[in-house]
């Protein structure tokens, strides 16, 4: 039984693909095409997938595709009457979808009538749901999927048991959790698609001053639910304005927050001006208040259902801030939120939908590591090491043993440099989790400012993240629960804050990646080398990338290494190394 999920025309368009119950590869769009959150129809992703499980579009038996143009259809009317143009955009976006069909024979070169797979609809966030619960390793779970707008809703619940998803409600437009997150992120200057994650590390900067305010922007209301101070927005009145129909642009969004909002708080920040105190109290208050409501659905939900665990997933299922204060805030003892939490994630909950809830095939699957994307073999690597003109300049090439390679990449990250580490499978969602990574030596607090600065090029006050080796994780944080897929923020232990001062945030926290020796063995090789050296058995990781979608191929990571200043370059089983060094350079 070959399944095809495919979510199209959407932010992060992706694909997953699903035989016989195991998901054999999954990989967002932007990747290929090196476009940020890129949208539109995922085609090169729909190939990758096709060619790595072996298969033609022709054997796919079932297409699943996160949209459904007949949920809440009479609130859908409803708001169309009163917004116009905002239903005349999705109206386009809807047509396309109707013509899929064709576009996925076209990408695959093939005929229509050779496609023989069934499609099916999954709305929006019963997709999240099912992204969440049937790739979780609980047989039964409370379930929550939380985000922007999907299908008009902005909240689902659920309950699952076995390969079941029964959902008990939800949170229709225009009330909105992600929606009011990406309006406050806004009215701070951060206005590009995507940019919230921004606004939750500037929140450890601030104190909630303004928390009285925004306890009327969004309030916990009786029951599960949550509801906006509307006055504070206009989505209601003019829609959310939302471009996402190319695959070649990153989508964009229209102003969410409404005159009414500058009245309270005072002129909005632009983009170019610096960011003050003012600015950090309202993202501290914006984040108290997004945890408020959020912790009200968690308890409700537990309430409701009984579970000790639940499983999250949604753009809000990203606030690793509240995440890491769910064991404390809520009743769960369990929590699962898979690597690709967002829409990305779309592709494998609308698959496994099919294969579980619709099919009723036994749940045979967990989702224990994120490495689903491509991978290139050594000899790849070395053409691609060959044909790049800049490696030849000024740098030394040197092919090792693979018990060589992690000795001498932590030796490099103990001696301070700069280490882009490519390995295996790319990672599916937005983290690099150690295989498409930048690593560099915890202990030298200073490294924080050299990495915004020198490498990524970005706002000084954004936190790294640790990746620690699973079985020590108790030692230097306060909680143990495993977080494979850094989607918890966990502080760190005070006497150990000295020890990692560069990824330990200002507010004492780590958004850490507990790295398990059965999942990725490599990375947790080069972690225990590091070990042995400094006796800290954490790394600093962040993505390999500047201000580009995370590398993907050998040739993007050998030009991001060039172009940067990196030091060395652990890519297969190459050691590429600069002969003069970059980080201390200015």
């Not at 064991?327 to 769960?332: E, G, H, L």
């Not at 915004?452 to 000084?460: F, S």
């Not at 993907?552 to 050998?558: Q, S």
Request: aromatic content about 10%; glycine content about 8%; hydrophobic content about 40%.
């Amino acid at each position: 039984m070959n399944i095809l999920g495919i979510n199209a025309y959407h932010g992060n368009s992706s694909v997953a693909i699903v035989c016989d119950g195991q998901l054999v590869a999954a990989v967002e769009e932007e990747r290929f095409n090196r476009v940020k959150y890129a949208a539109g129809f995922p085609a090169q992703a729909i190939r990758h997938c096709l060619a790595e499980a072996g298969l033609t579009i022709g054997e796919i038996d079932h297409i699943a595709i996160p949209r459904n143009p007949w949920a809440r259809l009479g609130t859908k009317l409803f708001y169309a009457l009163r917004m116009p143009r905002f239903a005349l955009e999705r109206s386009k976006v809807l047509t396309r979808f109707s013509s899929i069909h064709e576009e996925l024979a076209a990408s695959c070169d093939v005929a229509p009538e050779t496609i023989k797979g069934k499609f099916h609809r999954i709305e929006h966030h019963v997709a999240h749901l099912a992204s969440a619960l049937f790739v979780s390793p609980f047989e039964q779970a409370a379930v929550l999927s939380t985000d922007g707008l999907g299908d008009f809703a902005s909240t689902m619940w659920a309950t699952g048991e076995g390969n079941r998803l029964k959902v008990h409600g939800g949170i229709a437009f225009p009330h909105s959790l992600g929606l009011y997150y990406t309006a406050i992120s806004q009215y701070l200057g951060f206005r590009k698609y995507g940019d919230e994650y921004k606004v939750m590390g500037l929140a450890a900067y601030g104190e909630p001053a303004y928390q009285d305010e925004f306890r009327k922007i969004v309030k916990a209301s009786n029951g599960h639910g949550f509801r906006l101070g509307l006055e504070y927005f206009c989505h209601h009145k003019s829609g959310p304005q939302m471009t996402w129909g190319e695959s070649g642009k990153t989508p964009v969004l229209g102003q969410l927050y409404s005159p009414y909002l500058e009245e309270r708080l005072g002129r909005t920040r632009s983009a170019t001006e610096s960011v003050d105190q003012k600015h950090k109290d309202i993202a501290a208050s914006l984040q108290l208040a997004l945890e408020e409501a959020y912790f009200h659905l968690l308890n409700s939900l537990q309430r409701q259902t009984g579970k000790s665990a639940v499983c999250l997933a949604g753009g809000v299922a990203f606030n690793c801030v509240a995440n890491g204060k769910l064991f404390d805030q809520t009743p769960f003892s369990d929590v699962y939120v898979q690597p690709a939490a967002g829409d990305a994630g779309l592709a494998v909950g609308a698959a496994y939908y099919v294969y579980h809830q619709i099919l009723g095939r036994p749940r045979c699957f967990v989702m224990d590591h994120a490495y689903w994307g491509p991978q290139f073999t050594s000899e790849a690597i070395q053409r691609a090491l060959q044909n790049s003109g800049s490696v030849g300049t000024g740098c030394s090439v040197k092919q090792l043993p693979s018990d060589e390679l992690a000795t001498r990449t932590a030796k490099h990250i103990a001696s301070g440099k700069i280490v882009g580490w490519f390995q295996g499978r790319a990672e599916w969602g937005p983290r690099a989790l150690g295989n498409r990574s930048i690593v560099v030596d915890p202990q030298r607090a200073e490294m924080k400012e050299v990495l915004n600065q020198r490498i990524k090029h970005r706002e000084i006050f954004r936190p790294f993240a640790p990746s620690i080796l699973e079985e020590a994780t108790a030692d230097y944080f306060e909680r143990s629960y495993p977080s494979p897929f850094m989607n918890l923020a966990y502080s760190v232990r005070p006497e150990k804050r000295a020890a990692i001062p560069a990824p330990t945030h200002v507010d004492g926290t780590g958004r850490l990646q507990t790295v398990s020796r059965q999942t990725n063995p490599l990375y947790w090789g080069l972690i225990k080398e590091f070990e042995k050296l400094t006796g800290v058995p954490v790394v600093l990781n962040t993505s390999f990338n500047d201000n580009e979608p995370i590398v993907l191929r050998p040739e993007e990571a050998i030009d991001c290494f060039m172009r940067t200043k990196m030091d060395v370059l652990a890519i297969g089983d190459w050691i590429v190394e600069k002969q003069e060094p970059c980080a201390s350079s200015s």
